[in-house]
Structures are given as structure tokens and as C-alpha cells.
């Protein structure tokens, strides 16, 4: 379907009214005519049919796409087997983020009906600009707006997931030491019973049967709290949590060519212990990062390194595996990395910055740092443990 730009115009007036519109939507309310027009004409207008890409997430281009008729739906990965959908109808703005930073994209947008969209470059941006620089102020005012509320959102997401967190930790305690305690003392009353001299062989036998179970259960409600919340993680704190997690792991079988040396390097850390979000957060990253090199890096060493100074608290976790194409976005979450875009939000929250790098034949460093505030001690003492993961073979 072909739109002038006068019907476009008179399309956009009918449809695109800020009252009708649904929250973060794009309002051409704040322009004239004539300011519509010159946008609309050093932008682009494109058509699409239903199905059709709009953006893909492989694009390195950064252009905005405002849409004008019909729907779109964003497809954001989110692990490497689900992902999540939302439709966007007349005034939705997508690609804003990449226009604005200049970096990849983050999402697949497909046409979810035959639809008209306004693209513009950054180019044609700079270029209404200079013609009117008002509008282009109210431009990007918008984009601004549509910005903060999403933002409001995400904000609004990061204290759902700490209350989350917090009812986590407290069914992992509750686990811990109410159900996982009961079961060992009702295994030793069982063990207590199986002594009696006057029971039969078969009673012995059927009592024996039901220790055993008992203690694999015990084992398997063992893992189920580690993933829920660790309970070291919540009396110990990061470092030794993160110990006993690699000394679970020295128990289990990999599915790696060789065994996995781990060497970790702690410097730092005394009595005092990080907030109780940042070492959450520290923890799921460090987890995530073994993970991920398990996973899918073919590696034979990982080193991963703390170090609390007097204002910040740096962290590295660098594997001599296959590596990856740091610049191809699907890297970053479909093809078995889909846990680094979790790693950023997790550091960045806390107004860290992380940065991975990778190449292919050339492993993985992911690293950052995270300012720390307020902290009486700076302990001098350093450690250094060693683990070996082992494989299906050895």
C-alpha cells in the first residue's frame, strides 16, 4: 500500500490524537503541519506486510521506525527457548534505544498486519533538525518520555524481582532448617529403630529401604534449596557461597573434552560482608558466568577473580574455551549466551559496569567493577582455592 504525504499527514491527524493513544506512545500533536510535513519527508516511509521483518535483531543499522497503520509485534529473547511478545499499534516507537546509543539491537520486530511505518535515520534526524530546531527539541522530548516510562517500568521490575528474592531466601531457609533437619532426625530415628534386636530380617530390610530414602530425598531437597537461594549465601556471605558451589560441583560429571581447572583469587574480604542485593546478584553472576563456560566454551581452565578495594569491587571470570563473536547480538542470547544480557542488568542496577570480551579460538573474560560505599576495614589477606570439574570420561 502507497500513502502520500498529505494522506499520510491526514492519516496521522485522525489517528494519532494524545488522548486515544495508549501510554509511551509518539504524539505528533507537538508539530505543526508544516513541521510534520518536512519530517515526513526527510524521513522514509515503509510499507510492510504481514509477517514481514522490520527489525531484525542481526541489523547493525540504528535507524527509529514511528508506526503509523496496523501492528507490529517485538519478539525480545529472553533464554535461548522462550522468549517475549508485545504488539504495538499506531504512535508505537520501536528501535529508539539503538537510535539513540548507536548500539545493537536488542529485539525482532515483525509486521503483525499490513502496516506503515516512519523510518527515521539519525541522518534525516540531524537533517530536520537544522530546518527546525524546535521540533526536532520536541523530538526528542518524546523519545525522552517514552524512554522514563519504560525505564519507570524496568524499576518496577527490579523491585518485584528483589521482593522475589527476598521470599526465595526465606523458603530457602525454611527448608534448610525446618524440612531438611526434620528429615535427617526422622533418618536417624529410622537408623535408631533398624538396631532393635527383636525385629525380624524382612522389617530390617524394609526399615534400611526407607533410610536410604529418606537420605536421597534429603540430598535432592539439598539441590532444590541451592537453586532456590543458597543458604550459605545468606549466612556466610559471596565468598564462601561461591566455594561451596565449585566444591558442589567437584561431585558431579561434566560433558566437557577434558576436566575443567577453576582457580579462584580473593582479595579483600574481611569481616564485613557486601549488601545483601550485591551479593545476590555477584553470586547468580559468578554461577551464571561457570555456567555458561560448562555449557558451551569447551574449556580447560577458568580463573575467576575478586578484589573488594576501599571503593569499588572488581571481578573477573576468564576461560581459555572457544569464544564467541562479541559483535553479532544473537550471540549475546539465542546462541547459548543468553545469560550475559542477565549479567549486565544484574551489575548495572547497582550502577556497575561489566564489559565481555570474546573471540572466537580465543575464550571469554567477563569483567567489571561495582562501587562499594562506607566500608570501616580493608583486610590485606588474599586467597587462593583450586577445583577440578570432571568429565563423563575421567
Known amino acids: 500500500m502507497t500513502i502520500t504525504t498529505q494522506d499520510l499527514i491526514a492519516t496521522i491527524r485522525s489517528q494519532h490524537q494524545s488522548d486515544s493513544l495508549p501510554p509511551q506512545s509518539f504524539s505528533f500533536d507537538a508539530f505543526d503541519n508544516e513541521e510534520l510535513r518536512c519530517l515526513l519527508e526527510v524521513a522514509e516511509i515503509k510499507d510492510f506486510s504481514t509477517g514481514e521483518p522490520v527489525i531484525k535483531l542481526s541489523d547493525d543499522s540504528t535507524d527509529l521506525y514511528i508506526l503509523v497503520q496496523g501492528q507490529v509485534s517485538i519478539i525480545v529473547p529472553i533464554t535461548q527457548e522462550r522468549t517475549k511478545t508485545l504488539t504495538l499499534g499506531p504512535g508505537g516507537v520501536v528501535g529508539e534505544v539503538a537510535f539513540l546509543d548507536g548500539e545493537s ?32 527539541v520536541r523530538l526528542y522530548q518524546q523519545l525522552s518520555t517514552i524512554l522514563a516510562l519504560r525505564l519507570r517500568r524496568l524499576d518496577l521490575f527490579d523491585a518485584t524481582e528483589i521482593a522475589r528474592d527476598e521470599e526465595r531466601k526465606a523458603l530457602a531457609l525454611e527448608l534448610h532448617d525446618e524440612t531438611m533437619a526434620e528429615l535427617t532426625a526422622l533418618t536417624m530415628e529410622l537408623a535408631i529403630l533398624g538396631l532393635g534386636a527383636d525385629l525380624d530380617q524382612e522389617l530390617q530390610v524394609e526399615l534400611k529401604d526407607a533410610r536410604d530414602r529418606l537420605k536421597q530425598t534429603n540430598i535432592r531437597l539439598r539441590e532444590i534449596v541451592k537453586g532456590v537461594y543458597p543458604a550459605e549465601l545468606i549466612s556466610l556471605g559471596l565468598v564462601k557461597a561461591f566455594t561451596s558451589y565449585l566444591d558442589n560441583l567437584t561431585l558431579h560429571r561434566i560433558s566437557n573434552p577434558t576436566p575443567i581447572s577453576i582457580s579462584l583469587e580473593v582479595a579483600g574480604f574481611g569481616a564485613t560482608r557486601l549488601p545483601e542485593e550485591i551479593e545476590a546478584d555477584l553470586f547468580r553472576l559468578l554461577q551464571q558466568s561457570i555456567t555458561n563456560v560448562i555449557q558451551h566454551a569447551l574449556a580447560s581452565t577458568v580463573r575467576v577473580g575478586l578484589d573488594w578495594q576501599a571503593s569499588e569491587l572488581g571481578f573477573e571470570v576468564t576461560d581459555d574455551g572457544v569464544g564467541f563473536d562479541v559483535s553479532n547480538p544473537k550471540n549475546d542470547l539465542r546462541n547459548g549466551h543468553f545469560g550475559l544480557a542477565n549479567i549486565r542488568n544484574r551489575i548495572e542496577r547497582h550502577g556497575g559496569t561489566v564489559t565481555i570480551n570474546s573471540a572466537q579460538r580465543e575464550g571469554t573474560t567477563v569483567s567489571g567493577r561495582i562501587p562499594i560505599v562506607g566500608r570501616p576495614d580493608e583486610p590485606s589477606e588474599s586467597r587462593n582455592l583450586a577445583f577440578t570439574l570432571k568429565t563423563d570420561n575421567t
Request: net charge positive; proline share 6%.
Open 105 to 136: 539491537r536488542s529485539a525482532d520486530v515483525i509486521a503483525a498486519s499490513p502496516c506503515s511505518v516512519i523510518r527515521i535515520s539519525r541522518e534525516s534526524a540531524h537533517k530536520f533538525g537544522t530546518i527546525y530546531p524546535n521540533a526536532s
